[in-house]
């Protein structure tokens, strides 16, 4: 979906007599609109757009490539995930844990959420993340980035092509259900969580496995007949001992942190 067209329903639903309800994605009693936070972003996602003669607006469950993923992970799927609200564009995702909102410019947020009115409504962030409306303070945005769902355009503020480090982070936080920020820095925490989630022949890890064996093709290693497969098998610690033999690592089949390391820089 276009962001000129994510925010427009976005303030449609907002100009929209709406109710805050738990798992409500555009669901009519004749009178209201439901929903809750994270299913207002999925429920346009899915088509809505308030249509009356259609059920729940014109949202399609699970439509046009977008899952059902709730607000602990949703953040996990967004790229250029950072903590510094500086910075923040419209159209992105704000997070904290239990609740999401989409950021609509000049340092407001559009959210269904049960604090203040309990609709669909407008509220402010600072440059710190502070959420608050009308001066009433309500808990802190942790996070933000740009969704997946949402064609920003080739402006300079988007990432369109993830590089191979916010791959590996987007897989690991997939795989593991991490928030590592999705950077593209190899840092500190990026380091631990490869270290403490290695890859080896027979290791269950179909996500991550899936992202090691997209790599090492793109990096001219095949992985046998399966390609990627998300399966850990003698094709791929093939593959693996041959890039750690060309890279001067230590030739094991162990992909640690070393080796993740080199794979993505």
Known sequence: MKLEEFLNKLNLALNSKTKYKKSGWGNHDGDLWYFDCVCLIKGILWGWNADLSKKRGGAVYQSN???????????????????????????????????????????????????????????????????????????????????????????????????????????????????????????????????????????????????LQERLIELGYSCGKSGVDGSFGPDTLTAVKKYQQDHNLKVDGYVGKDTHKKLVS
């Open 65 to 211: 490539g977008v899952p059902d993923i709730g607000t602990e992970t949703i953040i996990n799927k967004c790229t250029n995930v950072s903590s510094d609200f500086s910075n923040i564009q419209k159209g992105e995702l704000v997070w904290m844990s239990g609740h999401v909102g989409i950021y609509v410019g000049n340092g407001e947020v559009i959210e269904a959420t049960a604090a203040w009115t309990k609709n669909v409504l407008k509220s402010q962030i600072s440059n710190d993340g502070t959420r608050s409306k009308n001066g009433k303070k309500v808990y802190k945005w942790k996070k933000h980035g740009f969704l997946p769902y949402v064609d920003y355009g080739n402006t300079n503020n988007t990432i369109n092509e993830k590089s191979p480090c916010m791959k590996l982070q987007t897989a690991l936080n997939e795989q593991y259900n991490l928030n590592l920020e999705v950077d593209g820095k190899f840092g500190p925490k990026t380091t631990e969580a490869c270290s403490k989630n290695q890859l080896y022949k027979g290791k269950k890890a179909s996500i991550h496995i899936k992202w």
